[in-house]
């Protein structure tokens, strides 16, 4: 015999293995506590001096079983019917009820004894006005439906797991700052934020709050019947939020938001992402309009032999001189045909910077094949533009070799 076997006896197995089974009979009870007060009033039915110990007993050891299983560490609402439980990996009970009022028990043909639930559709054991979702680590979230007796839905929650921030696993490699790539055309107000997941995970968008950052800002948010299109408003702004086909990507416009003024409020951007296991991640991101603003790809058109000329992209804010556009050229003597992107793999001996108001015209060095042109708001430290590329000459040594061998061909 060993050690263990000698020093833990086996009536401490059957003590577990038994607490189980009593921990469910606990769980019903709780469940029917409100039912069996309220029927008990009305009853002339009187307990004996033993049986009100046995009950005591019974209550005492489920108020510590209860007792011994944590509640969630936060819980609210999403929207309608959409509860989001905040836990920290350890066990605990999150109570559901299924109808609110006492009133709706009495006033319906079926009793609360008849009310069955079902978890993604599947039958549970559970039955009565209320449930015990069983919370374990991530795990607990589903879509939770209580029905009569003939089958009929009386409610249903839909319940998304998130995880304690200071626990949650480091699922992406990027920071949640980093996450949300946000980015915008011009000052009129709308941007779009995009954001990339692994190939193998799925899910959706759960909720978006957009905002304007205030301490007295209450801002309250909708979603059309579609679930894709959102609308947050406050007395600082009117935000209009839609998903895109792909899942990942948002366009917003702030309605009230006027270019010419100087944003005084960051943007803020809330982003609730759902994946198929009911599990709900948060990602958020502050921003003004001009750290994230990205001119549209300027258009190049050649003047003469060694003119070119280009105007500001036709999305840009106007007027012009009140929202300045810097530019960067890059001119090349060589082709570099095997490169992805000319603009960014080739060799360039200098870039120059200018600033424009209008259509801007630079002469070009001789024996320049090729010239790149980006932009960049010339007031703010924001993004540069994507390159615009153009190519002024063809290379004549690829030329004539092709010639020559036409030549040869035909001969």
């Excluded at 003939?150 to 696993?169: A, C, M, W, Y």
């Amino acid at each position: 015999m060993s050690a263990l076997e000698s020093e833990v006896p086996l009536d401490f197995f059957l003590f577990w293995a038994m607490w189980g089974k009593f921990a469910l009979k606990c769980q019903e009870a709780m469940t029917l506590a409100y039912i069996s007060r309220s029927r008990a009033q009305a009853s002339p039915f009187i307990l004996e001096p033993h049986d009100k110990m046995k009950s005591f007993l019974f209550i005492v050891a489920c108020a510590f079983l209860q007792g011994s299983r944590q509640s969630p560490t936060s819980r609210w609402t999403l929207l309608p019917h959409i509860l989001v439980v905040e836990v920290d990996g350890a066990l605990g009970q999150l109570p559901l009820s299924c109808l609110e009022l006492p009133e709706e028990l009495t006033g319906r043909d079926n009793k609360s004894r008849d009310i069955f639930w079902m978890k993604n559709g599947v039958m549970e054991a559970q039955r009565g006005n209320s449930y015990l979702v069983q919370l374990e680590e991530s795990l607990g979230g589903g879509n939770y439906t209580c029905h009569s007796e003939d089958g009929s839905l009386l409610n249903h929650t839909v319940v998304l797991i998130q995880e304690d921030e200071t626990k949650r696993r480091k699922i992406l490699v990027k920071t949640e700052h980093d996450y949300l790539k946000c980015s915008a055309q011009n000052y009129d107000g709308e941007f779009h934020c995009s954001w990339t997941w692994h190939n193998t995970r799925v899910g959706k968008v759960a909720f978006i709050k957009a905002r304007r950052v205030s301490d007295d800002s209450v801002t309250q948010c909708t979603v059309d019947a579609s679930g894709q299109h959102w609308t947050c408003s406050s007395h600082q702004s009117n935000f209009v939020c839609s998903v895109d086909d792909s899942g990942h990507k948002i366009h917003c416009v702030d309605k009230q938001h006027c270019p010419y003024a100087e944003e005084s409020l960051w943007i803020h951007i809330n982003l609730y992402v759902r994946t198929e296991h009911f599990l709900v991640e948060n990602y958020s991101k502050n921003f003004f309009l001009s750290e994230i603003v990205k001119p549209d790809m300027v258009r190049i058109r050649k003047v003469n032999a060694t003119m070119i000329e280009w105007s500001y992209p036709s999305s840009w804010s106007s007027p012009f001189s009140y929202f300045p556009l810097t530019f960067q050229i890059a001119q090349f003597k060589g082709l570099c045909k095997s490169c992805a992107n000319p603009c960014t793999d080739s060799k360039t001996a200098k870039i120059l910077t200018i600033r424009s108001p209008d259509i801007c015209q630079f002469q070009v060095k001789r024996k320049t094949k090729a010239v790149c042109v980006r932009a960049k708001d010339a007031l703010c430290n924001s993004q540069w533009s994507e390159w615009s590329h153009f190519r002024l000459r063809s290379d004549k040594k690829t030329k004539r070799t092709n010639v020559s061998k036409k030549y040869k061909h035909n001969g």
